[in-house]
């Protein structure tokens, strides 16, 4: 097997970026899941690494080799 993976997800908290999200846990490709939530809120995982994140003001993010985007709006809102 090839060097592991590193992914990025923004999103991880709705519908669709919560389905993305468990499927990237169980994925013997990827070694570690960065989230990026704007509260802590998922459940550990050991793979799993949560970053609270101000998307209106964004930092420095971890290298990583793939990226998903869930983001979307409620329907609140």
Same mark, same amino acid.
């Given at each position: ?7 990025? #997800?923004?999103?991880?908290?709705? #519908? ?8 990237? #846990?169980?994925?013997? &490709?990827?070694?570690? +899941?960065?989230?990026?939530? &704007?509260?802590?809120?998922?459940? /550990? ?6 970053? +609270? ?5 964004? /930092?420095?993010?971890? &290298? +990583? ?5 869930? #983001? ?6």
């Amino acid at each position: 097997m090839s060097e592991k993976r590193i992914a990025l #997800l923004a999103g991880g908290t709705g #519908l669709t970026g919560g389905c993305l999200l468990e499927l990237l #846990l169980a994925d013997a &490709r990827y070694s570690r +899941v960065y989230a990026l939530v &704007r509260k802590p809120c998922l459940p /550990a995982h050991s793979h799993l690494q949560v970053q +609270v994140f101000d998307f209106d003001h964004p /930092a420095k993010l971890p &290298r +990583v080799d793939d990226v998903f985007c869930c #983001l979307g709006t409620t329907i609140k809102k």
